[in-house]
């Protein structure tokens, strides 16, 4: 099984070398880029086209921000040390911080939230890169890094593969090729498309 949190952690750092700013602060915020950078995919990612997350990071820190509901099914991306930052009501059954959450914090609104990890993280000094343009409209005048340049250090970072990278890559290809196979296997005049499907899923 792969350590999300630390291909995650080797994503952020990636990202971070690319951009080429020591001290600057950077929020990923398009679906690709926080589970590259964060390790967490959220199923509200199938069911809600508005979802906002964002994984706010330097080179040595990093916050989780997403709805509150999200908070417990995110640890399994923080290594046991997951912060984040909810926006949105949720009540959770367990309010203690079991479960991986080093830190927890409610806000109102997904602006108010990434404005507090970068508060947290950059001390509001530092140069912050933003990564995404939609839903994140909002973000835009928080950038004090140029966005072209940024969207080029996360495609760039993300063609990048190390051994572990290639591993996975490799796993996932020979995955798809059983399914394939399987589901050739059984096709046949009065199979549905619906059945291949299920073989292949």
């Known amino acids: 099984m792969t350590d999300l949190a630390a291909l995650a952690r080797a994503h952020r750092l990636r990202v971070h ?27 509200g990612y199938d069911t809600d086209p508005g979802l906002r997350i964002a994984v706010v990071f330097d080179r040595k820190n990093w916050i989780l921000v997403g709805p509150a509901a999200d908070a417990w099914a995110a640890t399994e991306s923080g290594d046991g040390n997951l912060r984040y930052y909810g926006y949105r009501t949720f009540f959770f059954a367990d309010q203690d911080r079991a479960g991986g959450l080093e830190e927890f914090r409610r806000f109102e609104n997904f602006e108010d939230a990434v404005q507090a990890a970068l508060d947290a993280i950059g001390g509001g000094r530092a140069p912050v ?73």
Do not use: H, N, W
């Open 129 to 201: 890169a933003v990564e995404g343009t939609e839903p994140t409209a909002g973000l835009s005048q928080l950038a004090t890094i140029d966005a072209a340049e940024t969207e080029k250090a996360f495609r760039r970072a993300r063609s990048i593969k190390d051994a572990a990278e290639i591993g996975l890559l490799r796993e996932a290809a020979a995955s798809t090729e059983r399914a394939l196979a399987q589901a050739l296997a059984i096709a046949r005049a009065g199979v549905t498309e619906l059945e291949l499907a299920a073989v292949i899923s």
């Open 17 to 43: 070398d690319i951009i080429g700013i020591a001290d600057a602060v950077v929020v990923a915020t398009s679906p690709a880029a926080v589970v590259y950078c964060g390790g967490y995919r959220s199923m």
